[in-house]
Each structure stands twice: as structure tokens, then as C-alpha cells.
């Protein structure tokens, strides 16, 4: 079974939804991935990405502001990014976006002698009751018609933010999604969550690494890609080729193609 659909990330040499849909069809791949933290998307015109998509034969999934913490303590912070989020989700219905991709963010931690104290590990209650919360507020509003993952950014180890994953992969609308490059880069401290999740599986984000080197062209590093694509595959997962620049984008669609599994819309 090959992997659902293969993607392009937003790049800085096309940053605008028409230059990214553009370069997304040339490439040969199904849909590009927005980032939430450009100034393009601030905030989403449905418009402006129908017309890209529709002129190019494209579709998007989005990846969330990076630092959107949904349970900062600031109840006006943590509205914020919930309000965001919320808003997100209604242009995505309307726009048949799939997949949200968020980061779940550790929070605030002190350095002490020889361990970190991390605050929301110590305001246990506050941040699993936020948790809640959120995935309420999301289930209401997404209405089943799409799925926020959860990627893998080196934290599923820690035991407060298991709890949070596990609140959140109770609900159908959350899976997960396996950043391969971060993940060997961090010595495959994730790997044992995601295999142990796998049915929640909905999401790659694609890249070769070199020790703590990431976003490097397919077939340039160190990563088992053939296992990686070919748990991607098994769980019918869509893949974003998170690369940085258009030329490493090239260079990895030629690695792909010559090994019979090259990205089409």
C-alpha cells in the first residue's frame, strides 16, 4: 500500500498559497503544507487558498503556530490561542482541510541542581483540566470532518505530557503525527510512544537527518527512511516532505522516484 498523499512544507522562497500551489504541482505532489506562523496566514483568506488549489489541482493540511500553548497559565494567553485554534478549524471545514498539525508544548521549566521542574508537571491539575477543556471546545467545533495531530517534537517521554496524550487520543479527532528527522536527531526518544500508538497514526513529516542536523534531502543521511515510509504506508498516512528549500525539495522527489514510490497529485 503506498502512503495516502505526499505534500510540500511552505517555504521561504514561496511563502504565498498561489508560489507554494504552484511549486507544490510542478513538484508532482498532492498539497502543501501552511504554516500558521507566516504573515500570509495571518489570518486565513479560504479565497485566496480556494483559488490556489483550484488553479493548480492542489489541496492543504495546516501546521499550527508553533508556540500556540493552549494551557499557559495567563488565562488571556491561553484564550487566545484557543480563540486561534477555533478559527482554524471553521476555515479548514469550509476549505475540506484534513489535518491540523500542533505541537503540544512542555511549558515553563526551572533548572535546579541536576533536573528541570516543569511547571505544569507541578500544576498537574490546571493543565490536564485545560486539556480537557481544549479537546471539547475542538471536538464542538470540528464536527468530525477533519483530525488534529499531535507531532512527535522529543516530549512524549515526559510523564505529564503522556497523560495530556492520552486525554487527547481518547478523541477521534486527535492522532498523531511522526517527525522522522527530529525523532532520530533526539535518538529515537519517541519511537516507543508512536509504536505503541500506531492506530493513531495519520501524519509524516518526512526529512533525512545527520546527528542533530535536520530537514536534510532524502537519501543524505543517517534515517532508515524505508521503514519509516513504510510505516507511513501500513497506516495509510498522508506525508509532508519537510525539507527547506526548493532544491532539497527536488533532490528528495528524485530520490523517491527512483525507488518506484515518487510523490503524484
Not at 33 to 58: C, D, F, T
Not at 129 to 135: C, L, M
Not at 203 to 222: C, M, R, S, V
Not at 253 to 259: F, I, M, V, Y
Amino acid at each position: 500500500m503506498p502512503i495516502k498523499e505526499w505534500g510540500i512544507p511552505t517555504l521561504i522562497e514561496a511563502p504565498g498559497p498561489m508560489e507554494a500551489a504552484g511549486l507544490c504541482r510542478r513538484l508532482g505532489f498532492s498539497f502543501v503544507e501552511l504554516n500558521m506562523n507566516l504573515p500570509q496566514y495571518q489570518p486565513i483568506e479560504p479565497s485566496a487558498l480556494r483559488e490556489a488549489g483550484e488553479k493548480y489541482g492542489v489541496g492543504f493540511t495546516i501546521h499550527l503556530d508553533e508556540r500556540m500553548d493552549l494551557c499557559d497559565f495567563n488565562p488571556r494567553v491561553a484564550g487566545a490561542y484557543l480563540d486561534t485554534l477555533l478559527e482554524t478549524i471553521s476555515a479548514a471545514r469550509r476549505l475540506q482541510i484534513p489535518i491540523l498539525n500542533m505541537h503540544l508544548l512542555q511549558g515553563v521549566y526551572f533548572t535546579l541542581p541536576g533536573e528541570k521542574i516543569y511547571l505544569y508537571d507541578i500544576y498537574n491539575e490546571h493543565f490536564l483540566g485545560r486539556v480537557k477543556e481544549v479537546i471539547a471546545r475542538c471536538e464542538e467545533a470540528a464536527q468530525g470532518e477533519l483530525t488534529i495531530c499531535i507531532e512527535s517534537t522529543d516530549v512524549f517521554t515526559l510523564p505529564f505530557l503522556q497523560e495530556a496524550l492520552a486525554l487527547f487520543l481518547e478523541s477521534p479527532l486527535f492522532g498523531l503525527t511522526f517527525d522522522i528527522g527530529h525523532n532520530h536527531s533526539a535518538g529515537g526518544i519517541d519511537t516507543a510512544f508512536i509504536l505503541a500508538h500506531k492506530e493513531k497514526l495519520r501524519h509524516f513529516h518526512i526529512h533525512d537527518a545527520q546527528g542533530k542536523k535536520n530537514h536534510l534531502p532524502l537519501g543524505t543521511g543517517e534515517v532508515d527512511l524505508s521503514w519509516h515510509l513504510g510505516l507511513a504506508a501500513e497506516q495509510n498516512c498522508r506525508a509532508v516532505l519537510e525539507v527547506k528549500t526548493v532544491a532539497a525539495l527536488e533532490q528528495s522527489a528524485a530520490w523517491l522516484a527512483e525507488r518506484c514510490t515518487a510523490p503524484r497529485p
